[in-house]
C-alpha cells in the first residue's frame, strides 16, 4: 500500500486528521489535547517534510480516492511543484506544531481538543489542497482550509471584534472561493471534464483563456492578499491565537500562491506574455503599499501581516515577471525568476512563521500586543529575543540569511529584464527593479521598528518586569524555524539545482541553473555574477572574530556600568522613548497619499494634552464601504418581499410555478 | 601559487583599507579646515582619537544588553569585510565569487540594521531618534544606490564589483551621459550615506539635527572607537566603490609587485582628489532639515533612473 510518495504523503495528510479526531476523546485534557497530541502533530509534519523533499525529483503519480460525489471520485496527483509546498507545508508545521504544543492554555476560548481537531484538519486540508488533482476535491480542500481557519481565528469568539474580524476573512475567503470555482469552469472549455489533466488538453480561445486567469487571480489573489483584496489580513492575523497566524501566514498564504502558479503555468499553458503585467503591477504595489501601512502600525501582529503582504506581493511579482518572460519566449529568465518565486514562498515560510510564533510568546508573556506597551524584553525573554532577531534579520533580507538569497535572484532577473523584446515595457521593468528594492530596504526599517520597540530599550511599563521565557516546547519551535531560515541562506547552491527541476517539469525551461560548486550560486551562465554565501559568512565572521579577540585581548579596561546619558535632565522615564507611532512618523510623513489619517493633536495650552493618531486603509473608503452600502440598499429593496405571513409566501411558491411551468410547456 | 598570492593580495587591500581609512577621514577634515580658514587639525588626528578612547575605561548604561556591546564588533567587522569585497587596488580578487554588489548593499544593510537596533538598546530618546533617522535615510539611499550599480552592471552584464570595473576600464575613454548621471547619484548617496552635510553634519552634536551621532551617543572607549573607525571606513569603502565605478583604471590586474605598487599610488592620488571634492561640497552646502533629506535622495534616485534610461536609449539606438 505504501510503496510510492503519494501513498505516503496522503496516509500522513490522514495521519493528521486521526490526530485532530483523537483530540475529541478527552476534549478538556490540556496535556492529551493540547499536548501530546500536538507534538504527535509536529512528528507527522517532518515525515511529510521528509518524505516531500526525497519525492522532489521523482516523476509524477496519480491516484483516485474512491471518496465523494458517485461519479466523481477524488483525482490526487503529485508531482514536483507539490512536493515542493509539500515540504514547505510539513516543514513550517514542524515548527508550529511544537510551539503551538507549549503554547496554548485551557479556558482561551474554544476547548484545546475542539482547537486540536481544528488545527489538524486545517494542516490535513492544506495538503490536500496540494495534492487535489480535479476541480471538485480542489474546491472540496479549498473550502475546509477556509473553514478550519475561521474557527481557528475566532478561538477567542466571546469576543466581538474577533467574531467580526472572523467574519470579514470568511466573506472575502469566500469571494475568492468563487472566483476561483468560475476560473475551473472556464478552464474545463466545454469538455465538462473537470480533472486537471483534461483542464491541461483543453484548447481555450485566448479571450477565455484570459478571462480564467483574472478570475484565478481574484480569486487566488483574496486568499493571499493582493491588494486591494487585502483588508482581512491585519484583521484575522491579530485576532487568531499566535500559532494559527503563522499557519495562515506562513503556509496557507502560500497555497494561494501555489494555486495561481499551478492554474497560470500548468492549466492555461501559454499565457501570453502581456498578461504577466498585471501580477507584475499588482504585485509591485502590493509589496510597497503593505510595507508602508506595515511601518505605521502600533499593534506588533497587524504590522507581521501587513509585512505579509509585501511578501506577497514580491512573490507576485516574481510570477508577473516569469510570465512575461516565458511569453516573449526567454525560459531561462523565467524559470529564474520562478526559482526565486518558489524559494522565497518557502524562506517566507519560515521567517514569518517564526516572527508570529515570537510575538506569541510575548504576547503570552506579557498579556500586551500593542508595541507602545512593551520593551527591554531581550532581558527577561532572551531565548524569544535572539531567536526572533534571526527572523527579523531574515526577513529584511540581509545576507547571509535566507531571505536575501531569494531577493537576490529575483533582482538577477530584473537586471535582465531589459532585453524584453518589446518597447517601453523594457524600460520600465527595471524601475520594477527599483520598487522591489525600495519596498526590501523599507521591510529593514520596519523590523527594527519591530524588534528595537518591543525586546530593546527600557520596558514601557512595569508589569513587563515579571515576563518570563517561553517554555521549551516553544523554544524547540521557534530554534526549528531559525534553523531553517539559517540553512536556506547558507546552502542555496544546493537548494536551487533541485528547485530548477521543479520548474522545468512545470513546463518552464530547464534546469538551467548551473552551480559550479558545491559552495557557489550563480543563476545564469551568461553572467559573470556569483553568491557564495558560505564564504561571505566565512569573510564576516572572520572580521568580526578577529575585532573581537583584539579588542578584547588587547584592550582590556574595566567595564562600569552607569545610568544612560540624560542630558542633564535627571528625570527620564522609559515613557520618554520613542513610541511606535513616533517610529512611524517619518513613513506617515513621506507617503502621505497612501494614508487617510484622522488625527487629534494637542493644542499648546492643553492641561492634559492629548495626542491621538489612526491610519486607516483608504480602501475601506474608496471599495469596501461603498459595496457594502450597495448590498444594504439592495437587500433594503429586496425585503419588500419579506412579509411574515404564510399566505404570501404560499403566493411566492405559486406564482413561481405557474411561470415555470409556462416556460416549460 | 596564484591562488594564495590572491588570498594575501585580499588580507593585504583589508589591511591597506583599515590603515587607510581614518588618515582619508583626517585628510577630509583637514581640507574643510582648510577651506574655511581654520588651522588644519593633523593628518593623524583621527588616529589619535581611537588611540585616545581605546584606552578609557567603558561605560555601559546599567540596561545595555549583550545586543549592545557586540553590535560594535559585528558593525566594524562587517565594514572590514566588505573592504575586502571593494576592489581598491586589485581586480583579482579571490572573493569576487564570494559577493556581488547586491550583497555588498545587503552587507551595508546589516550594518546599518545592528547601529540602529544598538542605538535602540538603551532606550534613551536620542537613541531611537537617530535610529528612525537613519533607517529612513537608509531606505531613502538604498534604492538610488542600487539603481547606479544596475546601470555599470547592465553596461558590463554582471554585478561583480571587480569584473565591472575590470570592464569598464577596458572601454575606450569617452564620457558616458549615463555613467556622468549615475556619478552625480552615487556622489548623492555617498553623502547621505556617510552623514556628511547636506544630510547629516558629522561635527555637530546639536540634539535636534543630528544622526549618526545621535545613535552613538550611548557608546564609550573601545566600543566608540570600534564605531567612530566602522564609519571612516564606510566612508572609504563607499569612495572605493565610486572609484571603481567611474575611474576605475590604474588597479592591479595580476599579482606582481609593480603593478600593485602603481595601484596603491593611484589609489592614493585618486583618494586626495575625492576627499578634496567631498571637503569642498561640504563646505559650499549648507545642512538640509531632515525632512528636505527626502527630497535630496529622490533626486539621486532620479539621477541614476535618468541614466539608465539613457544607456537603454544608446543601446536601443
Redesign the interface.
Known amino acids: 500500500m505504501l510503496d510510492s510518495p503519494l501513498h505516503i504523503c496522503v496516509a500522513l495528510l490522514a495521519a493528521w486528521m486521526v490526530i485532530g479526531m483523537a483530540g475529541l476523546i478527552r476534549p478538556r485534557s490540556l496535556e492529551f489535547a493540547g499536548r501530546a497530541l500536538f507534538v504527535l502533530g509536529a512528528v507527522v509534519g517532518l515525515l511529510l517534510a521528509l518524505v516531500a523533499a526525497a519525492s522532489i525529483t521523482s516523476p509524477a503519480e496519480s491516484l483516485l480516492l474512491p471518496i465523494g460525489l458517485p461519479d466523481l471520485p477524488m483525482h490526487l496527483r503529485r508531482d514536483a511543484l507539490t512536493s515542493v509546498f509539500l515540504f514547505l507545508l510539513g516543514a513550517a508545521s514542524v515548527g508550529i506544531s511544537l510551539f503551538a504544543a507549549g503554547y496554548f492554555r485551557s479556558g482561551e476560548g474554544t476547548l484545546p481538543g475542539v482547537l486540536c481537531l481544528q488545527f489538524h484538519l486545517f494542516l490535513a486540508a492544506m495538503g490536500f489542497v496540494l495534492l487535489a488533482d480535479d476541480a471538485y476535491a480542489f474546491m472540496v480542500a479549498w473550502e475546509s482550509m477556509a473553514l478550519a481557519s475561521y474557527f481557528l481565528v475566532t478561538t477567542q469568539h466571546r469576543i466581538a471584534e474577533i467574531r467580526r474580524a472572523g467574519f470579514l476573512y470568511l466573506l472575502i475567503a469566500h469571494v475568492g472561493a468563487l472566483a476561483i470555482l468560475l476560473a475551473f469552469g472556464i478552464l474545463q472549455g466545454g469538455s465538462w471534464q473537470f480533472s486537471f489533466a483534461a483542464m491541461r488538453t483543453a484548447h481555450l480561445a485566448p479571450d477565455w483563456a484570459f478571462a480564467a486567469f483574472l478570475l484565478a487571480l481574484f480569486g487566488f489573489g483574496a486568499k493571499a492578499g493582493l491588494v486591494p483584496l487585502h483588508v482581512w489580513l491585519p484583521e484575522a492575523h491579530p485576532a487568531a491565537p499566535s500559532p494559527v497566524s503563522a499557519l495562515m501566514s506562513g503556509v496557507m498564504l502560500k497555497t494561494a500562491i501555489y494555486g495561481m502558479l499551478r492554474v497560470s503555468f500548468d492549466l492555461i499553458g501559454d499565457p501570453i506574455w502581456w498578461w504577466g503585467l498585471i501580477p507584475l503591477g499588482l504585485g509591485l504595489f502590493t509589496a510597497l503599499y503593505g510595507v508602508i501601512f506595515a511601518a505605521t502600525q502600533s499593534d506588533m501582529k497587524r504590522l507581521l501581516a501587513y509585512s505579509s503582504i509585501e511578501n506577497i506581493g514580491i512573490l507576485f511579482t516574481g510570477i508577473g515577471l516569469a510570465m512575461v518572460f516565458h511569453g516573449v519566449g526567454m525560459t531561462e529568465l523565467a524559470a529564474l525568476a520562478l526559482i526565486a518565486v518558489l524559494y522565497h514562498a518557502i524562506n517566507h515560510a519560515f521567517m514569518k512563521s517564526l516572527l508570529f510564533l515570537g510575538t506569541g510568546a510575548v504576547l503570552h508573556a506579557t498579556g500586551e500586543r500593542n508595541l507602545g506597551h512593551l520593551g527591554g524584553l531581550i532581558h527577561r525573554m532572551p531565548w524569544v529575543a535572539w531567536l526572533t532577531l534571526v527572523g527579523v534579520l531574515a526577513i529584511a533580507g540581509l545576507p547571509p540569511l535566507n531571505g536575501f538569497v531569494s531577493e537576490w535572484l529575483l533582482l538577477q532577473a530584473f537586471l535582465m529584464a531589459h532585453e524584453v523584446p518589446k518597447p517601453f515595457v523594457n524600460m520600465l521593468l527595471p524601475l520594477g527593479a527599483a520598487l522591489l528594492v525600495l519596498a526590501a530596504a523599507l521591510a529593514g526599517y520596519v523590523m527594527v521598528k519591530f524588534f528595537g520597540i518591543v525586546f530593546l530599550g527600557q520596558p514601557r511599563e512595569a508589569t513587563l518586569h515579571d515576563a518570563h521565557d517561553a517554555s521549551r516546547l516553544e523554544r524547540a519551535g521557534l530554534l526549528w524555524l531559525a534553523l531553517g531560515c539559517v540553512i536556506l541562506g547558507l546552502l542555496p547552491a544546493q537548494i536551487v539545482p533541485i528547485l530548477a527541476g521543479v520548474i522545468a517539469d512545470l513546463g518552464v525551461g530547464s534546469a538551467t541553473t548551473v552551480s559550479q560548486a558545491w559552495w557557489q550560486l550563480a543563476p545564469l551562465p551568461s553572467r559573470d555574477v556569483s553568491y557564495a554565501p558560505l564564504l561571505f559568512l566565512l569573510a564576516v565572521l572572520t572580521a568580526i572574530g578577529v575585532t573581537i579577540l583584539v579588542g578584547r585581548l588587547v584592550f582590556r579596561h574595566r567595564t562600569r556600568r552607569a545610568d544612560p546619558w540624560d542630558c542633564g535632565f535627571e528625570r527620564l522615564t522609559p515613557r520618554m522613548q520613542d513610541s511606535a507611532e513616533g517610529f512611524g512618523q517619518p513613513i506617515r510623513h513621506l507617503f502621505q497619499p497612501f494614508f487617510a489619517m484622522d488625527r487629534e493633536l494637542p493644542s499648546p495650552f492643553d492641561r492634559t494634552p492629548r495626542y491621538r493618531v489612526v491610519v486607516f486603509d483608504r480602501f475601506w473608503r474608496w471599495l469596501y464601504l461603498p459595496i457594502a452600502r450597495w448590498v444594504h440598499s439592495a437587500a433594503a429593496a429586496v425585503s419588500v418581499l419579506q412579509q411574515g405571513r404564510i399566505s404570501a409566501y404560499l403566493l411566492y411558491s405559486f406564482v413561481t410555478l405557474v411561470v415555470l411551468l409556462a416556460s416549460v410547456l | 601559487m596564484s591562488h594564495w598570492l590572491g588570498w594575501l593580495n585580499q588580507v593585504f587591500e583589508?589591511l591597506i583599507a583599515l590603515a587607510a581609512a581614518p588618515i582619508f577621514l583626517g585628510w577630509v577634515n583637514q581640507c574643510r579646515a582648510w577651506l574655511q580658514n581654520r588651522s588644519a587639525p593633523s593628518l593623524w588626528q583621527p588616529y589619535r582619537g581611537i588611540h585616545k578612547l581605546?584606552?578609557?575605561?567603558?561605560?555601559?548604561?546599567?540596561?545595555?544588553?549583550s545586543?549592545f556591546r557586540i553590535a560594535p564588533?559585528?558593525v566594524?567587522?562587517?565594514m572590514?569585510?566588505a573592504a575586502?569585497?571593494i576592489p581598491s587596488l586589485s581586480t583579482r580578487l579571490p572573493?569576487t565569487?564570494?559577493?556581488?554588489a547586491?550583497?555588498l548593499v545587503?552587507?551595508f544593510?546589516?550594518a546599518?540594521?545592528f547601529l540602529?537596533?544598538a542605538a535602540?538598546?538603551?532606550?534613551?530618546?536620542?537613541g531611537?531618534?537617530g535610529?528612525?533617522?537613519e533607517?529612513?535615510i537608509?531606505?531613502?539611499a538604498?534604492?538610488a544606490l542600487?539603481?547606479v550599480i544596475?546601470v555599470a552592471?547592465?553596461m558590463t552584464?554582471?554585478?561583480?564589483l571587480p569584473?565591472i570595473s575590470e570592464r569598464l576600464s577596458g572601454e575606450t575613454l569617452a564620457i558616458h551621459p549615463s555613467l556622468l548621471f549615475t556619478a552625480v547619484a552615487f556622489g548623492m548617496v555617498m553623502l547621505a550615506e556617510n552623514a556628511r552635510i547636506p544630510v547629516d553634519n558629522p561635527a555637530t552634536h546639536l540634539?535636534l539635527t543630528m544622526i549618526h551621532e545621535a545613535m552613538l551617543?550611548?557608546y564609550s572607549?573601545?566600543h566608540l572607537a570600534?564605531m567612530e573607525w566602522a564609519a571612516a571606513l564606510k566612508l572609504f569603502n563607499y569612495a572605493c566603490i565610486g572609484m571603481a565605478l567611474f575611474v576605475p583604471w590604474g588597479m592591479a590586474t595580476n599579482y606582481q609587485a609593480l603593478s600593485l605598487a602603481l595601484a596603491m599610488l593611484s589609489l592614493a592620488v585618486k583618494l586626495i582628489i575625492v576627499g578634496a571634492a567631498l571637503a569642498v561640497v561640504e563646505t559650499l552646502s549648507a545642512k538640509l532639515r531632515v525632512?528636505r533629506a527626502?527630497e535630496f535622495l529622490a533626486t539621486a534616485?532620479l539621477l541614476a533612473?535618468l541614466g539608465?534610461?539613457v544607456h537603454?536609449l544608446q543601446?536601443a539606438r
Open positions: 583589508v581605546l584606552h578609557k575605561e567603558v561605560v555601559l548604561a546599567h540596561n545595555a544588553s545586543l564588533y559585528i566594524f567587522g562587517t572590514a569585510a575586502a569585497m572573493f565569487s564570494a559577493a556581488d547586491i550583497a545587503g552587507l544593510a546589516a546599518r540594521m540602529s537596533l535602540m538598546d538603551v532606550g534613551s530618546a536620542f531611537t531618534l535610529a528612525r533617522r533607517m529612513m537608509g531606505f531613502l538604498e534604492p542600487l539603481m544596475f552592471s547592465l552584464a554582471s554585478t561583480a569584473l540634539e551617543l550611548e572607549a573601545r570600534l525632512f527626502p534616485f533612473v539608465l534610461l537603454l543601446v
